[in-house]
């Protein structure tokens, strides 16, 4: 099994902010990595597919780089509504999920 | 505009069946993509458990699959998920999800709002 790890576990950021997240696979994945944002009560929203392509309606202040086992997650200003959970995820031969950043107001 | 929905019990009790609906509207299941199963529990995070395709192919997590059974009923838009000998370590938000399995994508796109299953007698 693929393992993600994903630093730091805790981000704290002030509005206007610029936040990078990593994420860390035990074994290459390509580019077959994902970021999500989920906020409390709710299912995760997909932002990132493909460690570079952002999801239909994803503003462009997110964006995803990387590829083999090293891929961040950059918000170039962070906005209000963006502090939440962020998860990476990998496709190889099945899924798998990061632990998580929080992204809270500092 | 797709959407999916979780239906099913709130309680389980120890090794009996967990059995959950997705019903799915905006699209026909037989037209393609894949659909699956994910958890969130506050132990284990996100997991994902199952996927099915419109022509039946399913793929499990090698860690459930002794346990594990994904349907599909093109008749009623909606697939299915069956989880036996539960436990509560099977306590969880389990949400179900359209699979973009394809190597340019990769990742769940669309995803219900998710039901939460307590085990306990």
């Known amino acids: 099994e693929i393992v993600l790890t994903q630093s730091p576990a805790t981000l704290s950021l002030s509005p206007g902010e610029r936040a990078t997240l990593s994420c860390r696979a035990s074994q290459s994945v390509g580019s077959s990595l994902a970021w999500y944002q989920q906020k409390p009560g709710q299912a995760p929203r997909l932002l990132i597919y493909h460690a570079s392509n952002r999801a239909t309606g994803i503003p462009a202040r997110f964006s995803g780089s990387g590829s083999g086992t090293d891929f961040t997650l950059t918000i170039s200003s962070i906005e209000p509504e963006d502090f939440a959970v962020y998860y990476c995820?990998?496709?190889?031969?099945?899924?798998?999920f990061g632990q998580g950043t929080k992204v809270e107001i500092k | 505009q797709v959407q999916l929905q979780e239906s099913g019990p709130g309680l389980v009790k120890p090794s009996e069946t967990l059995s959950l609906i997705c019903a799915v509207s905006?699209?026909?299941?037989?037209?393609?993509?894949?659909w699956g199963w994910i958890r969130q529990s506050p132990g284990k995070g996100l997991e994902w458990i199952a996927s099915i395709n419109h022509g039946g192919i399913t793929y499990y997590n090698p860690s459930l699959n002794s346990r594990l059974s994904i349907s599909m009923d093109t008749s009623e838009n909606q697939f299915s998920l069956k989880l036996t000998s539960v436990t509560a370590a099977d306590t969880a938000v389990y949400y179900c999800g359209r699979d973009r399995d394809d190597a340019s994508f990769a990742a769940f796109d669309i995803w219900g709002q998710g039901t939460m299953v307590t085990v306990s007698s």
């Open positions: 905006g699209y026909p299941i037989s037209s393609g993509y894949y």
């Open positions: 995820q990998q496709r190889s031969n099945w899924y798998t």
